[in-house]
């Protein structure tokens, strides 16, 4: 990722855009926090949140004409907020906390503005807080301008009186009664000029006029048709328009441009946003609840009770959709723009700890934020990228993903990896590629999807072909494993005379489909719908199911439609959980976020479970599992399309690791002595070391990824060599042993019909004896 | 360097099955990524198998083992 990258990844999320309040108040105030904080009864932060934008607070809170409420999202459900009624409130009941105001250093430069309204004062105040020399010439008596001519009733001389002190602390130059004729005299002997004489103008200066008779100017950097001589606010819109702060925001917006004339830099780069604008944040207003806008007690001003429910009925506009979807973006407490943010930083730190790679490493890549996010920001995309990028700069941990690899070399090894064509044929029309975790779950049902495509496809010859799709090394960013395990699908499929490739797995389908896009494949689920159910499956019985989509399958339409015309055919009615088809979500094995963060993988796992109590059905042997293992009941549709009456499938447990491999080594040696003759060679010697497990040990090794092989071949070597601690006291023995990477302890106790196994533990630190103190002893 | 102590319990259950002799509390090296840290540990005199408790194995070397693969 470099900064071009990070800046367009950064913009597509759209939570730190401003609120349509903010975005379309002339001068920007920070509505949502103000809001906030009344809410929660604070008034002086409130207060201190509104003079921040505005610098009279006692006269804007009663002139504006807030035109923040013509966008506020609360419009429909009760009513736009009382934003100004509430700006009073804070004014009335928070304390004002007087900073001094700190002017810069003094710089270089004498400003006159003609003019002590609203407009004119707020230029001065910006101007004098930049350093600037400012006289004001004004007309009359008193600074304020046309303030003195509302009804006093509606703004009292106290409130422009008090408001109006903060002038007093700038040092300005005011000169009052002192009309001003000549502007451009005036330039002459000033750097430069703002004029803002107010609406009922009737003096044009000698500077050009609009179309419509005002005087011309600018409209970003409000310069007239004389250099260094700027205007705005009423004289710019005349007397059929009344807006303070919009004469505020000119002011302001006048001043930036003659800070940068007296700079000698640009007055027109970079000027996007600083008067009203579009805002860009997304917020769903799907399921707001309508509320009332509060009334005023007494009738005229909002008590402090009112104020705080009024406030209350803020929506906080936000965007934050993908992060109510995902409890792994939830886990994080923030969202997507600043997470691409500390993966960029993480991706681009040479010495020192990476805080952010378990973050990376707990994404299950699942696409569903990209499904959500009004940009199609998918973080899953981002996630991959940084994994493959952590491989290639080598600081991947190497304990991130090791078991899942594992996983899938033994898949890939001869222990259960394979292809033939039917026996007695030398190529292919179609083959069966069931995937690596199918055959683990549910070998039985490999064989029937098997003899079922033989039956069906009856003009077809109809191959096998066992191994993991290569998954796995994708989601661990591994892409070079990832293209060697891709060449051999290639090379066999070639070898096959170019099959189609019938999957029932929605990873391996995403995998064909995506990298060997040149190979025809076909879900096996399509298939199925096509050809009709097995006459073998048992009659139809009357269930309610909730449909689980495997969120590899989020895109496939046609496979999700498949796989509910065979449910329905199966019995079912089918009830659509709260998320599917194309925004399902993942249970947590997608990615490797069980393995990265087992923390955020069972909150998400327990979410999706939580959804509905009925059964779920599934078409990925995983997702079942995974449920399984929350002990939700649930179902794949093999189960059901080849269930004996009376079976209770959905509470079948999870195999476990151990047991997974055991299936696809048993399912590879019997498909291959019962369909081809063939037997299985090249057993290890370990294997046939009988261990005898007691449940509750056995679940603490399935926690642990310590597998019935590694314990294996640990007590080959400790039994071989006799390198083992023992303790007097119980007779038990300890021995530790590193096949690979990763050292395993076993405490067990030989008997006559095996080893009892007491426990065992792994670690990955190197320790003195962990493989034979001569190289060569062990194999 | 001196080895870190409090890595090894004060007594062990465990003699050496092959040697069949006590062990004996050892500073030894144990390392990660090429990283080597002295601790103590029980160790056989005779033939070096050393003991590592499960409450190691599960907590101090697996802090310590995640904090290396993230430098």
């Known amino acids: 990722m470099d900064q071009k990258e990070l800046r367009e990844l950064e913009a597509q999320c759209l939570q730190e855009c401003a609120p349509t309040c903010t975005a379309t108040c002339p001068v920007h105030v920070d509505v949502k926090t103000m809001l906030a904080e009344t809410a929660r009864g604070d008034f002086s932060a409130a207060l201190k949140t509104y003079r921040k934008a505005v610098p009279f607070p006692g006269i804007i809170s009663r002139l504006c004409d807030q035109p923040c409420q013509g966008g506020c999202l609360r419009m429909d459900s009760g009513g736009a907020i009382a934003i100004r009624d509430l700006e009073r409130a804070c004014v009335r009941l928070g304390e004002i906390t007087h900073e001094k105001v700190r002017p810069l250093p003094k710089r270089k430069g004498h400003v006159a503005i003609i003019g002590g309204g609203v407009s004119g004062l707020s230029a001065a105040y910006e101007l004098t807080r930049k350093g600037y020399a400012v006289t004001i010439f004004e007309t009359g008596g008193a600074l304020g301008g046309s303030l003195w001519q509302i009804d006093r009733d509606f703004l009292p001389a106290e409130v422009i009186t008090e408001d109006l002190k903060i002038m007093d602390t700038l040092g300005i130059d005011v000169r009052l009664n002192t009309p001003i004729s000549d502007v451009l005299e005036l330039r002459r002997e000033h750097e430069a000029v703002y004029l803002a004489v107010g609406a009922q103008t009737e003096e044009y200066f000698d500077l050009q006029r609009d179309e419509y008779g005002f005087i011309k100017t600018d409209p970003v950097t409000f310069e007239t048709s004389v250099a260094g001589i700027f205007a705005g606010g009423g004289l710019r819109w005349g007397k059929e328009m009344h807006s303070s702060i919009t004469s505020i925001s000119e002011g302001r917006r006048a001043a930036i441009s003659i800070d940068r004339h007296l700079q000698h830099v640009s007055l027109t780069a970079a000027r996007g946003n600083e008067g009203p604008y579009q805002s860009c944040l997304f917020t769903n207003t799907d399921k707001i609840e309508p509320q009332p806008i509060t009334p005023e007690s007494d009738g005229w001003l909002y008590s402090r009770a009112d104020a705080v429910q009024e406030a209350q009925r803020c929506l906080q506009c936000e965007c934050m959709e993908c992060v109510k979807a995902c409890e792994y973006l939830k886990h994080y407490e923030r969202y997507p723009r600043r997470y691409v943010r500390e993966i960029y930083n993480n991706l681009a730190i040479v010495k020192g700890t990476r805080y952010a790679n378990t973050f990376i490493n707990s994404c299950s890549l699942c696409g569903l934020c990209g499904e959500i996010c009004p940009e199609d920001l998918d973080m899953g995309a981002v996630n991959l990228a940084a994994r493959q990028a952590m491989v290639k700069q080598k600081r991947m941990p190497a304990s991130a993903f090791d078991f899942a690899l594992r996983d899938m070399a033994f898949s890939n090894s001869d222990h259960f990896s394979f292809a033939r064509n039917r026996p007695g044929t030398t190529s292919s029309d179609f083959v069966l590629f069931p995937g690596c975790q199918l055959c683990a779950s549910s070998p039985q049902h490999v064989e029937s999807a098997y003899d079922y495509l033989n039956t069906k496809l009856i003009d077809a010859n109809v191959g096998l072909m066992f191994g993991c799709c290569g998954a796995p090394a994708k989601w661990a960013g591994e892409i070079e494993l990832f293209n060697q395990t891709l060449a051999r699908w290639r090379a066999n499929l070639q070898t096959m005379g170019n099959p189609t490739v019938v999957l029932p797995c929605s990873s391996c389908y995403q995998t064909f489909k995506t990298a060997l896009p040149e190979v025809q494949i076909i879900s096996l689920w399509e298939l199925y719908d096509r050809y009709g159910l097995p006459e073998t499956t048992a009659p139809a019985v009357k269930r309610t199911i909730a449909i689980h989509d495997p969120c590899s399958a989020r895109r496939e339409r046609s496979v999700q439609d498949s796989v509910r015309h065979l449910a329905e055919q199966l019995g079912c009615t089918i009830e659509e959980l709260p998320h599917s088809r194309e925004k399902t979500v993942c249970c947590s094995y997608g990615g490797h976020m069980w393995l990265a963060n087992p923390e955020v993988a069972g909150k998400t796992v327990r979410r999706r479970v939580d959804e509905s109590p009925a059964d779920y059905l599934t078409y990925c042997a995983m997702c079942r599992d995974f449920f399984a293992n929350q002990g939700k009941r649930s179902l794949h549709i093999l189960d059901l399309i080849y269930g004996e009456p009376g079976d209770d499938s959905a509470a079948r447990p999870n195999p476990g690791w151990s047991q997974r491999n055991e299936n696809r080594m048993r399912l590879k040696r019997k498909v291959l002595q019962t369909i081809w003759g063939e037997a299985m060679d090249g057993s290890q010697p370990y294997e046939a070391i009988r261990l005898i497990v007691a449940d509750e040990v056995r679940a603490r090794l399935e926690g642990r990824l310590i597998l019935t092989e590694d314990i294996q071949r640990v007590l080959e070597y400790a039994e071989r060599t006799k390198r083992r601690l023992r303790s007097p006291k119980t007779g038990h023995f300890l021995a530790y042993y590193k096949p690979t990477t990763v050292t395993y302890w076993v405490e067990y106790e030989p008997q006559a019909d095996g080893f009892y196994i007491f426990n065992a533990y792994s670690h990955r630190m190197d320790v003195p004896g962990s493989q034979p103190p001569t190289s060569g002893g062990a194999s | ?71």
């Open chain 2, 1 to 71: 360097m001196t080895a870190h102590t409090g890595f090894s319990p004060k007594e062990t259950p465990w003699v050496c099955g092959q040697c069949d002799i006590p062990l004996v509390l050892t500073p030894v090296d144990v390392g990660y990524m090429g990283n080597a840290f002295p601790v103590e540990l029980w160790k056989c005199p005779n033939c070096g198998l050393v003991f590592v408790p499960e409450e190691l194995a599960l907590g101090k070397m697996l802090e310590v083992e995640k904090q290396l693969e993230d430098k």
